[in-house]
């Protein structure tokens, strides 16, 4: 239960800082100050994990994400019989996050989710429902690529031969570039549990998309996870 609840605090945390800074912090704010912009959401994502893998990452391994759950399950790290629990707790901590930025927005005159927009309450999509425009195909192929790249950084990083002091630096550092790439694409996922928890709230063609933003990372996770065990990673005796 400790490991499923650090996991239930981390990705809770990375929904609501990564979201809400998305949605509160990115626009135009009040006395004229400029928001944080899509730079400022990148490095918001990739503080949350940073400071959630040293906060609870020695309890549960600091996952919180399916699709890094499934990466370090193909990669012989994880057991099959805790990707369950962990991704029910994963889900659950983003959508207790998703729906406590809906009561803060609502405190806000005029807070409204518009479902027709591409983005809606930091929600992630494809075609006419991607930040510029891009097609499923490009949207899967960026989800996928980025996170079997965000599995290999977080697999060489916490390698019993890396400086594993360092690995929540170099994680939080790889997701905020993933952002900095791929926000104008789908609004970036690389994690299904932060893209389920802001379309059941949107509801709509965010919900009916959903399904690419667990297809995409998961597949990419998984092949990282076999990459990084039978052509990266070193089996010697440390």
């Keep these: 239960m400790r490991k499923l609840f650090a996991e ?35 490095l918001a994502f990739g503080l949350t994990v940073l400071t959630m893998a040293y906060a609870v990452g020695h309890i549960s391994g600091g996952h919180f994400n399916p699709a890094v759950s499934f990466g370090l399950w193909a990669s012989g790290r994880f057991s099959a019989k805790e990707l369950a629990p962990y991704i029910v707790a994963q889900c659950v901590g983003g ?7 809906v009561a803060i927005c609502s405190g806000k005159a005029g807070f409204a989710i518009d479902n027709t927009k591409a983005g809606a309450f930091a929600s992630n999509g494809f075609g006419a429902f ?34 594993g002091k360092f690995a929540g630096v170099a994680i939080g550092l790889a997701l905020t570039l993933i952002h900095l790439i791929s926000i104008p694409i789908t609004n970036t996922s690389v994690n299904p549990a932060r893209s389920l928890s802001q379309a059941v709230f949107v509801q709509g063609e965010a919900l009916s998309q959903v399904w690419l933003f667990w297809a995409a990372p998961i597949l990419g996770a998984v092949v990282a996870g076999l990459v990084y065990k039978n052509l990266l990673q070193d089996h010697s005796e440390a």
């Design 8 to 42: 239930f605090f981390g990705t809770y945390w990375l929904v609501f800082g990564g979201c809400g800074s998305a949605l509160i912090a990115c626009s135009n704010n009040t006395d004229g100050m400029n928001g944080i912009g899509y730079v400022g959401v990148s």
């Design 95 to 101: 959508l207790a996050a998703a729906g406590t930025l």
């Design 130 to 163: 991607s930040p510029d425009g891009y097609s499923m195909q490009s949207a899967f192929m960026a989800e996928f690529i980025l996170t079997f790249f965000f599995l290999i950084v977080i697999l060489g990083a916490t390698d019993k031969f890396a400086n």
